[in-house]
Structures are given as structure tokens and as C-alpha cells.
């Protein structure tokens, strides 16, 4: 889908409903830095047949990884400051907003039946985006990840849909002290939120942060909407 700010496309792998019927659901998976949408699309074969009803689409960043020779980012982290960060995922909101609304109304659905799921730099612009967004999705849920800048919540703040945060102790690239910090900032402003800390894992996905991710699924895509299974 062209993003009418930016002119640049988001496409990328998909896995329909394992039911085969029209998707109830939909779970747009966010890549993380120097990746691309075939990374958190391996995630959809097995989420699929505990939720039979959703679609999966995990889109290929829109810009070329400039810190590796292959792979996409959302923006850059060559300058790892609170303002750059800042920065860079303001550019990339518009380009995900127009994603997100095109694969909406291009399935029929409405906002409270698409989750987020982003991993490490995904999970920051999936915060970012869907905490701004007019009407609340289904959920948002974020692996090894970060809020960016917290502070701009109060006054940013337009929808609050339901977050699950997980987040490994030992993490060497984003570290762990970053879930508190989001924990905290989003219970301040009122939006719900569950967290799993996960001693002992690195910067990655683990069986009990994604069995974790499945309930939270279950709870507010499934159940929340009237039953996307």
C-alpha cells in the first residue's frame, strides 16, 4: 500500500485464516532492525491454528537497513538519542498509519479487530503508532522493545488499547529496564497494560513470552470482538 506522505510502499508476507473462511481477525507482525516481514511471518503457522479466524501480514520496513548490507529498519539507530528515535518513528507513523487503514478496509474490519505485534524496534513503532491512532485496535503486543519518549504521552495520547509487554532480563540490545519505564508510563495514562519478564533471555522470543502473547490474543482480539476464531 503507497503512502500518500511519503510515497514509499509497505508490502510484505501474509498467512490467511486457517479456518479458509473471510478473516474475522487481522495481527500485522513489525519486523525488527536489519530484518524483514519474513522474519515475524514464521510466527503466523503457529499462532494460526489457535486463532483459526486471523490473518497475518508482516510488511517489509520501508527503508534499507543502514547498518547492515541487507535487511530493512523503520528508521534509523545510528544515533541511539531519545530525540533521533523520536524523530525517526514520527517519519515512519504515516507510512504504517496508511497500511494500516488500506488492509482494513481492503478486508472489511474494523480497528478493534487488528492486533500489533512488534518485536524490539517493531514494538517501538507499534507503541508509537497505536497509542495515536484515533480509534483503539484489539491490542498491541511488544517483544524486546521500548516506549519512546514517555513524556509525550500525556499531551500525544489518543487511544488506549489493551498492551502486553514482554521483555527478556537479559537483553544485551534493548535493555530490560526499558519495560518498567513503558510499564509505568502507559499505567500513568491510564492504558491497560500486562508485562512478563523473562529471566535468564537475551533479545529475542521465547515459548512462555509467545504462550504469554497467545492469551492476551485470545483475550482481546478473540473474545473482545466476538470471536475471531
Known amino acids: 500500500m503507497q503512502s500518500p506522505e ?25 519486523h525488527g532492525l536489519g530484518a524483514d516481514g519474513n522474519d515475524l511471518i514464521s510466527l503466523a503457522p503457529m499462532l494460526a491454528p489457535v486463532l483459526p479466524g486471523v490473518a497475518f501480514v508482516s510488511p517489509h520496513a520501508p527503508f ?3 547498518m547492515a548490507p541487507m535487511g530493512r529498519q523503520w528508521f534509523s539507530l545510528q544515533d541511539y538519542s531519545d530525540e533521533a528515535i523520536l524523530v525517526g518513528v514520527q517519519k515512519v507513523a504515516p507510512i504504517l498509519n496508511a497500511f494500516l ?17 512488534g518485536f ?4 517501538m513503532t507499534a507503541l508509537h503508532v497505536a497509542l495515536r491512532r484515533p480509534r483503539p485496535c484489539a491490542a498491541v503486543i511488544g517483544f524486546s522493545g ?4 514517555p513524556a509525550l504521552l500525556a499531551d500525544e495520547l489518543v487511544s488506549r488499547p489493551p498492551v502486553t509487554l514482554i ?15 513503558a510499564e509505568a508510563a502507559l499505567k500513568a495514562n491510564g492504558v491497560p497494560v500486562s508485562v512478563l519478564a523473562r529471566p535468564g533471555l537475551q533479545h529475542g522470543i ?24
Open 101 to 117: 487503514d488500506a488492509e482494513l478496509a481492503k478486508r472489511g474490519l474494523q480497528e478493534n479487530q487488528m492486533a500489533l505485534l
Open 6 to 30: 511519503s510515497g514509499l510502499e509497505l508490502d510484505g508476507p501474509r498467512h490467511d485464516p486457517e479456518s479458509g473462511e473471510p478473516a474475522v481477525g487481522l495481527i500485522v507482525l513489525l
Open 167 to 181: 521483555h527478556g532480563e537479559a537483553d544485551p540490545v534493548v535493555p530490560f529496564p526499558a519495560l518498567p519505564a
Open 120 to 123: 524490539s524496534q517493531g514494538t
Open 146 to 149: 521500548a516506549l519512546v519518549k
Open 64 to 66: 534499507p537497513c543502514d
Open 206 to 229: 521465547d515459548q512462555e513470552g509467545l504462550e504469554f502473547a497467545v492469551l492476551a490474543l485470545h483475550r482481546h482480539l478473540v473474545a473482545g470482538n466476538g470471536g475471531a476464531a
